[in-house]
């Protein structure tokens, strides 16, 4: 006989929330303090997965996870320095401690230099190179063995038209982005017998911190926003499991500026 004091609950069977745990996935988002990644945190969070966000801002990482747990998601945040090996390999391990094992890492961590070419001192060369190629790198070697021993996963490279598009002032910015492009496509073609995805998402023009006060002023009002990026993010990582979607342009409905 059931006994009302034992504790048990009376409440029905609840199948849909089992289905969603069972659906539910690890998400590491790096570069997620701010503009894109923040926005692809909260969207991965809102479909129900577990976030790991890492960055280097410990107080707008504090802040975004206090947001999505306020609206009842799962996240945890990291400091990380994704230039640094020690560090990737250390915000790995806690990640999958704290979450478990990362199903799938979206390497959105960027910066850039508007500067030409001759102006472009071997600081901004090293910077950029270090986090946009380099960073992507070390983070995509921390998770894929397990990736490949599960014989699944999914990596996401948000990168940049630039990556195949010239533009004045953005030499190093581009030669990164076409390096991880090459570095991603490469890739894929190697673990993809192994069910692993590859995609690369190559934005035009976002309003994000990126850009200068004066660019914002003069263009903002052209440029897409950072939660249209994110929801594209979403898509990609949501296709069925016979489905890839490997590289996706978007650029804002008035082209390049």
């Known amino acids: 006989m059931h006994s009302e004091k034992s504790g048990a609950s009376t409440k029905p069977f609840n199948k849909f929330h089992i289905f969603k745990i069972m659906r539910q996935k690890v998400i590491w988002v790096s570069g997620s303090s701010s503009g894109i990644g923040r926005e692809i945190a909260k ?16 107080n707008d990482l504090a802040k975004l996870v206090n947001e999505i747990r306020s609206e009842g998601g799962i996240a945890s945040a990291f400091i990380c320095n994704v230039m640094s090996g020690k560090s990737v390999i250390s915000t790995f391990k806690k990640i999958t401690e704290d979450l478990g094992k990362v199903d799938c890492l979206v390497n959105n961590a960027g910066t850039t230099v508007f500067k030409s070419f001759t102006d472009t001192s071997i600081s901004d060369y090293d910077n950029v190179l270090n986090t946009n190629l380099r960073g992507a790198f070390l983070c995509i070697k921390s998770v894929l063995p ?3 021993t599960k014989k699944k996963g999914h990596i996401i490279n948000v990168l940049s038209v630039a990556a195949n598009t010239a533009f004045e002032n953005s030499s190093v910015y581009a030669a990164s982005k076409a390096a991880l492009l090459a570095m991603s496509n490469s890739l894929r073609s190697e673990v993809r017998s192994k069910k692993i995805k590859v995609s ?12 200068d006060k004066k660019s914002i002023e003069q263009f903002g009002h052209k440029m897409m926003q950072p939660i249209d990026i994110a929801k594209i993010v979403l898509t990609v990582f949501n296709q069925p499991d016979r489905v890839l979607i490997e590289d996706i342009i978007v650029r804002p409905e008035f082209g390049d500026l």
């Open 43 to 58: 969207e991965f969070s809102k479909a129900g997965h577990k976030v790991a966000v890492t960055a280097r801002r410990k």
């Open 146 to 148: 397990e990736m490949l």
């Open 200 to 211: 690369n998402i190559l934005p035009g023009a976002v309003e994000t911190e990126m850009w």
